[in-house]
């Protein structure tokens, strides 16, 4: 059995992967979000199937799971991003976004109130702390005008945070399923989203480069990211991979500076010592509580 600190390293190394996620995303042009959405997803599938058939992998065994479990993640996965997708549409990106970084908070509390796990002082503030982070990189400094006409994209966004937050804290109750299991989930989330591209959307056929971004974001964001997310949220340190997730805007946008699709600010100087100075607060004694911090859930 994986430790616990593997497990979280694996949950911090599924937020790296992310991070690469608005860059890889912007960076296919004009294809339309849900069939984006049912090409990464059915990649990940795909590819996710090949190691299980592989000489020596697991066979399509791996993919059994009960009912409960398959339904969370794949509504999980799908009800996501579905709903991030409707918030950017139907609100500003800016105050989407924000809220719906909300979710690494939301782990940490819902952790602490339905997850079983006791959350260290240092954890809240660490969790915090990178909230704060998220905000001032997201709003640069300004204030956020919230328009009445809005209200439906940012209760869709909200909604995306709650539905990302609640699927990690309750993923732990299906710590017996096998993280390939993900591969089945991956599939019938790239069918759904094939489902919606065809009746919202016009299909744009994708170059070559189009279509290698198109493969790198299937393999890691949209595939490995989630095999990994699953092992830290099974068997790792819930609040401090909640804490730790806020790394993800950051490293986003370091991504974006460093390939010239964002332009430099002070606030993400800012926002990174925040965040280095939460997740030292919250991993610091990490060693020690690693093993007691994480209730099993009955």
């Known amino acids: 059995m994986m430790s616990s600190q593997r497990a979280t390293l694996a949950g911090f190394a599924a937020v790296l992967l992310w991070s690469s996620l608005a860059l890889l995303t912007t960076a296919t042009g004009d294809i339309p979000p849900f069939q984006l959405l049912a090409m990464g997803f059915s990649i990940a599938g795909l590819a996710g199937i090949a190691l299980m058939l592989r000489p020596g992998g697991s066979g399509l065994a791996s993919l059994r799971q009960p009912w409960a479990a398959g339904g969370l993640c794949v509504g999980a996965l799908f009800g996501y991003h579905a709903l991030y997708f409707i918030a950017l549409k139907r609100a500003p990106a800016v105050e989407a976004n924000l809220i719906n970084y909300l979710w690494p908070l939301l782990i940490v509390v819902f952790a602490a109130a339905i997850g079983g796990t006791r959350v260290r002082a240092g954890q809240w503030l660490g969790t915090l702390l990178g909230l704060v982070a998220a905000v001032l990189l997201v709003t640069r400094g300004r204030s956020l005008h919230i328009d009445p006409a809005h209200l439906p994209g940012y209760a869709a966004a909200l909604g995306a945070a709650l539905v ?23 599939l019938v989330v790239g069918v759904l989203g094939g489902i919606m591209h065809f009746a919202v959307e016009t299909t744009v056929p994708p170059t070559p480069l189009q279509w290698a971004l198109i493969v790198l974001l299937g393999l890691g964001p949209t595939g490995i990211a989630f095999w990994l997310w699953d092992i830290g949220t099974k068997r790792g340190d819930i609040a ?11 490293l986003s946008t370091g991504l974006l500076l460093a390939f010239g699709r964002a332009s430099p600010h002070w606030t993400q ?28 859930i009955p």
Do not use: H, I, K, Q
């Open 164 to 186: 990302w937050a609640l699927y990690s804290v309750l993923n732990r109750r299906f710590e017996s399923v096998p993280s390939s299991a993900m591969a089945g989930a991956c």
């Open 240 to 250: 401090v991979l909640g804490t730790l997730s806020y790394a993800a805007p950051v």
């Open 269 to 296: 100087a800012v926002a990174v010592a925040l965040l280095l100075t939460g997740a030292w607060l919250s991993t610091r004694r990490g060693s020690e509580d690693m093993g007691v911090s994480n209730a099993t």
